[in-house]
């Protein structure tokens, strides 16, 4: 197959993805998250940046998997906590340009991947920063911040709330068992003031996928 047959292959099954995501493809740039899927596999082969990779489980766990949450952000100035290969960030810009981003990995070779996507795509709502949750420091508050591989969702919040806007939202993509993440949430000294499970359905993802809401305390 050629790579033009490819592309056009992988576009199908975008749309239709983002179909059964209750959706609208035209309203989608499919062609563009072709292009950072081809940019992804090319440098995948040197700097290992994603254990996937079959093109077919690169849309439906790369993705779709992050146009999934696309409903649940708020506001327009959004940070993707541990971002590695760009995931959801990217994926969500591209999404919906009137949105701006931060994208934060503490590993200089994901944010030197990220750094060239955004330079090839032309993505000009997307900056990176290369620093730990925990320590970083940025000038202005969030609306949203959501993470995909941060660890415990106890952890993600303590780093996090502080970063937030009032009425802001934290959102932690989850899959498998994490009723004990939300119990040890809860007992939290300063727990959240609400927590709310999504549950997600990802076309062409077997696994249980979730996301976790959670509103600050401080709010």
Known sequence: MSETESAGHL???ISAGIVALGQRPGQHP?????SFLQLLSRWNQAYNLTAI????????HHVLDSLSVLPYLHGNYCL???TGAGLPGIILALADPDKHWVLLDSTRKKTRFVNQAVMELKLTNVRTECARLEQYRPERLF??????AFGRLSGFYACSKHLLVPEGVLLAMKGGEFAAEIEEL???KEAPAVIRVHRLAVPGVEKDRCLVEMESSDC
Do not use: C, F, M, S
Not at 30 to 34: A, C, H, P, S
Not at 53 to 60: G, H, R, Y
Not at 143 to 148: F, V, Y
């Open 53 to 60: 990779t079959d093109p077919e489980k690169l849309v439906t």
């Open 80 to 82: 993707d906590a541990g």
């Open 143 to 148: 609306t949203t911040i959501i993470t995909r």
């Open 186 to 188: 809860q007992g939290l």
């Open 11 to 13: 576009a199908e099954r």
């Open 30 to 34: 499919i062609d563009r998250y072709i």
